[in-house]
């Protein structure tokens, strides 16, 4: 069990997936949070398959995360943009897509957030772990970040101007 996970431990469970262009990363992830001792759940898609589409995937980690049979997910694509809007759909799923350490770790401090997306187009292998390290080493704050949060927790494209 790595001393660099914050408030998780050996019990918790990472769900993490990918559509075909985030394949190579979800691997990695995969390897990475396996040698920290994290249970990772391999939500597809299998690093054979040539096409997908992300918000199959996103889905599926979304609900498991909704379920409580994952506390966090780690979904790759292209970019991570399709994942992250995909996820947000989700009431309870809060998606950031990080580009850097410092935007995971206050993606998880600051805003709570649940799912990490990434682009494997757009983060290389190196970045993209450390990227994965910042966002389970953070805790969340609480406190005026709670109050925010609480400001927008319901709101999930229903609403008209
Ligand atoms: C797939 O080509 C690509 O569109 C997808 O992985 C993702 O980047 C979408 O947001």
Do not use: W
């Not at 918790?12 to 994290?38: C, I, N, P, Q």
């Not at 970040?145 to 101007?161: A, M, N, P, Q, V």
């Amino acid at each position: 069990m790595s001393d660099s996970l914050g408030t998780l431990n050996g019990d918790t469970v990472v769900a993490v997936g990918s559509d075909h262009a985030g394949r190579e990363h979800k691997e990695l992830f995969l390897k990475h949070l396996e040698g920290l001792g994290v249970k990772a759940l391999d939500m597809g898609v299998a690093p054979d398959v040539e096409k997908a589409n992300y918000p199959d995937v996103a889905i599926k980690v979304a609900k498991l995360i909704q379920a409580g049979e994952a506390r966090l997910g780690v979904l790759v694509c292209g970019t991570g943009v399709g994942m992250s809007l995909v996820a947000n759909r989700f009431l309870g799923v809060r998606a950031a897509n990080c580009p850097t350490e410092f935007a995971a770790s206050m993606a998880r401090a600051h805003n709570d957030a649940n799912v990490l997306t990434l682009g494997q187009r757009t983060v290389g292998p190196k970045l993209a772990v450390a990227i994965l390290d910042a966002f389970l080493a953070a805790d969340f704050e609480g406190g005026r970040h709670k109050e925010r949060i609480d400001l927008f927790e319901g709101l999930y494209g229903t609403e008209k101007s």
